[in-house]
């Protein structure tokens, strides 16, 4: 019965939840501590910080261990393991779903001309909002009562190095085709010497 339990919740929390990980804490929280009080809050908590350290996305590593804390809770380690795969799939199992009804309408449309035309319209909504994500990373941008107020973010570029950096991997990536995984790494340890 827990089993059907744990999968029913992360189902839902799976289906319902946009925004990645940090969006799914608060349904994981309120349904598996608040509604059925499989774990404490200090358990939780815990869970969180943990989920965090390790790789891979927080949300799932979160379903993972409290999969295995209820489970184990029920029935031991076998069944911790058990609880553990159950939440886990349950919640990247709607994911899955929607993404295959996404490639079979895919595949179904890709050569109509409404596929071809809403494709269009997306292409620019895409970059634009990849470019709204960059300067919300770079500037701060304040609508108060004396009007609008634009400055850099001093903790994403706290000195004239940043801009450099910035620099240089744009240069990389857009004049060299540098392979954008070297571009983080490289950025990671310039990081590292710099600062």
Same mark, same amino acid.
């Given at each position: 019965?827990?089993?059907?339990?744990?999968?029913?919740?992360?189902?839902?929390?799976?289906?319902? /939840?946009?925004?990645?990980?940090?969006?799914?804490? $608060? %349904?994981?929280?309120?349904?598996?501590?608040?509604?059925?009080?499989?774990?404490?809050? *200090?358990?939780?908590?815990?869970?969180?910080?943990? *989920?965090?350290?390790? +790789?891979? +996305?927080?949300?799932?590593?979160?379903? /993972?261990?409290?999969?295995?804390?209820?489970?184990?809770?029920?029935?031991?380690?076998?069944?911790?393991?058990?609880?553990?795969?159950?939440? /886990?799939?349950?919640?990247?199992?709607?994911?899955?779903?929607?993404?295959?009804?996404?490639? /079979?309408?895919?595949?179904?449309?890709?050569?109509?001309?409404?596929? *071809?035309?809403?494709?269009?319209?997306?292409?620019?909504?895409?970059?634009? %909002?990849?470019?709204?994500?960059?300067?919300?990373?770079?500037?701060?941008?304040?609508?108060?009562?004396?009007?609008?107020?634009?400055?850099? %973010?001093?903790?994403?570029?706290?000195?004239?190095? $940043?801009?450099?950096?910035?620099?240089?991997?744009?240069?990389?990536?857009?004049?060299?085709?540098?392979? +954008?995984?070297? %571009?983080?790494?490289?950025?990671?340890?310039?990081?590292?010497?710099?600062?």
């Amino acid at each position: 019965m827990i089993y059907l339990q744990l999968f029913g919740v992360f189902f839902v929390i799976g289906l319902f /939840t946009f925004g990645g990980g940090g969006a799914m804490l $608060s %349904l994981i929280q309120m349904q598996v501590v608040g509604r059925f009080g499989w774990i404490s809050e *200090s358990q939780f908590a815990d869970i969180v910080a943990i *989920s965090q350290c390790t +790789p891979g +996305p927080i949300g799932i590593n979160c379903a /993972t261990y409290v999969g295995y804390e209820v489970g184990a809770g029920a029935g031991g380690h076998l069944a911790g393991i058990l609880g553990s795969a159950c939440a /886990t799939f349950a919640l990247v199992l709607p994911t899955f779903l929607i993404f295959y009804g996404i490639i /079979t309408l895919y595949n179904k449309y890709k050569g109509t001309r409404l596929f *071809s035309d809403i494709m269009t319209g997306l292409r620019p909504a895409v970059a634009g %909002l990849i470019f709204a994500a960059a300067i919300i990373l770079i500037f701060k941008i304040d609508f108060g009562a004396g009007g609008l107020n634009i400055g850099i %973010l001093q903790s994403t570029f706290p000195h004239w190095t $940043s801009w450099l950096i910035l620099a240089a991997s744009l240069a990389a990536s857009f004049i060299w085709k540098i392979n +954008p995984i070297l %571009l983080i790494l490289a950025g990671g340890l310039t990081g590292l010497i710099l600062y």
